[in-house]
């Protein structure tokens, strides 16, 4: 018996070999197809992680994230370029004189994609639902909201505590996304596991550890949109294997390939590489609280014996730029004369010099352990720190174990990555540089009053004008107290299929569906 | 032939406080790793005051032995909880899991056996001849290849290359899952072919220079019926017993497969659920993985009862 197995498996294996060996072909390369966008297909997007809840309150990780922002959205929407804010569920907003009230005129003729309209009790609803998660969840983002009150079924009005210009960006996060008054008469969890929304696409089945699916709204609001049928995000965990499934023609996009792997990417046909600007940054975080880092002179020492460009060419295959402000190139109020230390061997060795430390010391930085590009940052800064006279010891822990010694305070220094949700610099400034923002200023424990109180007066101001300038004043103040250690920005990367047209990544991360379309083969 | 099973329910017995104690050992050592649930769920905005609000509403700050307790006494309704994660009873995600770790265990059982046996056979028959180094050989690369490496070469070709076979995933369907799972079958069968080879080849050795085999030589048998039914069966027993305590490994081994290959399996779940600290899944999966070891040790027996009748377990235990 076994035998006729091996020999039914032998020729099936055989015979399917044959097949494949001559229906198998190089795609073409096809790309910048233009015309009327075609219709329907299933998009697969790969990722390595699954999802874990669409819960837009509870959930903090990128891959729900996503997945939730195609079936639930929000009043207004960033821009392309993530530094302007459209309306989108609403059409516009009138500030009171007193800075105090927002009045918002919601878009008519919205349908949920359970048929029913869309009305301000939905709204007051969904926005309520996000500050009653409260510190447990993304309630913290509406901390200024003092009270949503419907007007009347198209207009609400929101009574803010005290002034406060992020308010308008805080709205356009997903965990403000409008979703039915009272769950549509269900329970959170019960509504979670089915959400429904405005969105240009609506849930249709997720198996755990495997794939999620999302299929076309039939009825929604941007007439002729989406042009897809279908959406599924598959969970393939191993990067080589991404990449082998985009060129096998088995997924469309293939979401973050390995930086090494994006040269060969670039030159396979039929697969394009994508890399799109982003908010996010790698930095160096000191511990104030553990001598000698809460002497500026050791701070600027380490800063400026980095080499920023080695760390791009090193760790991004020169995909990213060296970072020298504490806010990101795509976030709104960058500014790039903020004057973050520049690599410079001799000015290093001349502050550590004026330091509690001139003949140099022991410490350590923190990474998280199996993770290959925070590994080759901390040899470079290794070698580099020792050209200073600082011998560095590198300290691995899993992510959430490194997560907890930093919440501790307990490291010298350690590695950190910052990523912005909402197109407004408050959400980083107000948690990295004011203690009382809830992680003692991005777990360094600095604490400059002056900083901390531009902080606050840069949130309050409503005026864009006057808030660049704050943010300004913030980003050089920051940099000369160098209470990180900038590294580089670097963008947010993905591989598609040349068929994949319109797939756009904003800054902060997200991307719309709605307008993204296969062409035919 | 039934009697001499009478082991079984003894053993069955036996093995209610190993698996006991497996689950003892994983809740707490579970515990004992730094960093919680609410930490790895809050992502970059982790706050010590949002970790203990989240905390609370997960139920982890009552006192751990109040949590094993609990955890017992949902054991006993066969309820594992619920999944800190996902929020979904963890029955559910490992129901979800077993089906696809076992078929690819089962798979690449069957892959391994339908190349070891003929390979060890045709090495056997003439030791020390130019087919026998040659199957040596293989052996010898099977075993120094690494797992993950094999399986990225084989989709390379197999599925990049000639495009016969998926690269990763499982299918959507219950006709999808063999084909989907050829290849990661196949490479853990590469990789446990070395060792049934040897041990079967050296058996086969052994027992073709034992008298029994002339003995059947001279009443006529000869060809496939005589290795099915002589040389095959004592040859095997010493080799059962290495299948079986290389299948407990190999659930270990799956999870660096079920990697590279987009499994939805146990080992993804697992690993995903160390890294989030999510202690009802990682004990859900161990619970299952310590019976799968358990089991399969006793099946080893049975086979081994039934492949050789001199072997009377339950004679031994009564004694």
Known sequence: ?521 | MLHRLRFLPGRLVQSIPVVFGVTLIVFFMARLLPGNPALALLGQHATPASVAALSKQLGLNTPIWEQYLLFVGRLFQGNLGTSLTYQLPVTQLVAQAIPVTLSLLGMALLLSLIISIPLAAVAAFKPASGRDLGVRAFTLLGQGMPQFWLGIMLILLLAVGLRAFPVGGYGTTAADHPYYLFLPALTLAITMCPTIIRSLRASIINVLGSEYIGTAKSKGSYGAALFRGHVLRNAAIPTVSIIGVNLGFLVGGSLVIEKVFALPGLGSLMINAIFARDFPTIQGVTLFVALFVVLVGILTDVVYTMLDPRVNLGAKEQS
């Not at chain 1, 965990?175 to 769950?183: C, D, E, T």
């Not at chain 1, 755990?208 to 699916?213: A, I, L, R, W």
């Open chain 1, 1 to 521: 018996m076994k035998r006729r197995i091996g020999i039914a498996i032998a020729v099936a294996t055989t015979a399917a070999l044959l097949l494949s060996a001559c229906s198998s072909g190089g795609s073409s390369s096809t790309t910048g197809s233009s015309g009327t966008p075609a219709k329907g297909g299933n998009l697969v997007i790969a990722r390595s992680q699954d999802i874990i809840s669409m819960d837009k309150t509870m959930t903090f990780d990128n891959n729900s994230l996503r997945v939730m922002e195609q079936i639930m959205e929000p009043l207004f929407m960033v821009s392309a370029d993530g530094k302007t804010l459209k309306p989108f569920l609403a059409t516009k907003y009138t500030i009171s004189k007193d800075q105090l009230t927002y009045t918002i005129d919601l878009r008519k003729g919205v349908k949920f994609s359970n048929g029913q309209p869309m009305t301000a009790a939905d709204v007051k609803f969904s926005i309520d639902q996000d500050t009653a998660s409260g510190s447990a969840g993304w309630g913290f983002i509406n901390a200024a909201i003092d009270q949503v009150t419907a007007v009347d079924d198209s207009t609400i009005k929101i009574q803010l505590k005290h002034p406060w210009g992020p308010l308008i960006a805080d709205l356009s996060l997903f965990s403000n996304g409008i979703i039915p008054n009272n769950y549509g008469g269900k329970t959170a969890a019960e509504f979670y596991q089915a959400p429904v929304g405005t969105g240009p696409f609506v849930w249709d089945s997720w198996t755990k550890g495997q794939s999620v699916k999302l299929t076309k709204n039939p009825t929604y609001w941007q007439k002729g949109l989406p042009y897809l049928n279908s959406v599924t995000w598959t969970v393939v965990p191993d990067a080589n294997t991404r990449q082998l499934q985009l060129q096998g023609g088995q997924i469309d996009i293939d979401d973050t390939p390995s930086w090494s792997s994006l040269a060969t990417l670039k030159s396979t046909p039929g697969v394009n590489a994508m890399t799109f600007p982003s908010t996010q940054m790698d930095y160096i975080a000191f511990n104030e609280n553990r001598a000698p880092f809460n002497d500026v002179h050791v701070r600027t020492a380490i800063s400026d014996a980095i080499d920023r460009n080695a760390l791009v060419k090193a760790v991004l295959f020169g995909n990213g730029t060296p970072a020298y402000s504490l806010l990101s190139p795509g976030t709104p109020f960058y500014d790039k004369n903020a004057g973050g230390a520049t690599y410079n061997v001799a000015n290093a060795k001349a502050e550590l010099a004026k330091s509690s430390k001139p003949n140099g010391f022991t410490t350590s930085l923190l990474i998280q352990s199996g993770d290959p590009n925070q590994a080759s940052i901390a040899q470079i800064m290794q070698s580099e720190l020792k050209a200073i006279g600082i011998t560095l010891n590198i300290q691995q822990l899993d992510p959430t174990a490194n997560k907890q010694a930093r919440l501790a305070s307990n490291f010298d220094m350690a590695w950190n990555l910052w990523s912005m949700d909402i197109p407004d610099p408050d959400e980083f400034t107000s948690w990295a540089v004011d203690p009382t923002g809830g992680s003692h200023s991005a777990f360094t424990n600095y604490n400059n009053p002056a900083v901390i109180a531009i902080d606050k007066q840069a949130a309050a101001e409503t005026d864009p004008t006057k808030r660049a300038a704050l943010y300004s004043q913030l980003q050089k103040m920051t940099s000369k107290d160098a209470f990180l250690a900038y590294l580089f920005y670097s963008p947010y990367v993905f591989a598609s299929t040349s068929a994949v047209q319109g797939f756009h990544v904003t800054p902060l991360g997200n991307y719309q569906l709605e307008t993204v379309y296969k062409t035919k083969k």
